[in-house]
């Protein structure tokens, strides 16, 4: 007796089996790498493609922020690069990976909930100029402060200042 269609072979879904990151922080502009390492009985792990995205506080899902995903022979492992522009929303990302097989056999997706935060840039004290070296009681001086931020221009920013006389009073 003949057994036709006796069995079937079967695609077996690849995995996602690490996720990391090179930091749990990034300031806007800068840059965190995320580190992924896949398994798959049927392909190599360089032969898999890699989907990455992000969600924002209160925001949707999506992936422009993430850039530069390759294969790192070296490591064995996908790398892409995680830079929040000037605008990004701050506080605390989701991040998460699925990963697709040269059969399109597709893993879950793999979510690792306030997995990066997103912070502001602080600014930046350059300089300051005084109008003279001295000044007597009851009359001015004119003190410019020159002060740089990546997200907000000089004229943003909120200046306080102090003294102490050479006393110390």
Avoid: C
């Avoid at 695609?11 to 398994?39: C, D, H, K, W």
């Avoid at 995903?69 to 991040?95: E, H, M």
């Amino acid at each position: 007796a003949s057994h036709a269609n006796a069995f079937s072979v079967v695609n077996n879904p690849p995995l996602v089996s690490s996720y990391t990151t090179s930091g749990s922080e990034v300031y806007r502009t800068a840059a965190v790498t995320l580190f992924i390492e896949v398994s798959d009985i049927e392909d190599p792990d360089e032969n898999v493609t890699i989907t990455l995205g992000y969600k924002a506080p209160q925001g949707s899902w999506s992936s422009s922020y993430i850039s530069s995903l390759w294969f790192n022979s070296s490591s064995q492992r996908w790398q892409a690069n995680f830079t929040p522009p000037i605008s990004a929303t701050l506080g605390d990302y989701d991040v998460r990976v699925m990963v697709t097989d040269a059969d399109d056999g597709t893993s879950a997706w793999s979510t690792y909930s306030n997995n990066l935060t997103v912070l502001n840039n602080a600014p930046v004290f350059q300089n300051y100029a005084t109008g003279a070296d001295e000044v007597l009681r009851t009359s001015t001086i004119v003190i410019g402060v020159n002060s740089t931020d990546t997200e907000d221009p000089e004229t943003a920013h909120t200046v306080t200042m102090q003294y102490r006389s050479p006393s110390g009073d």
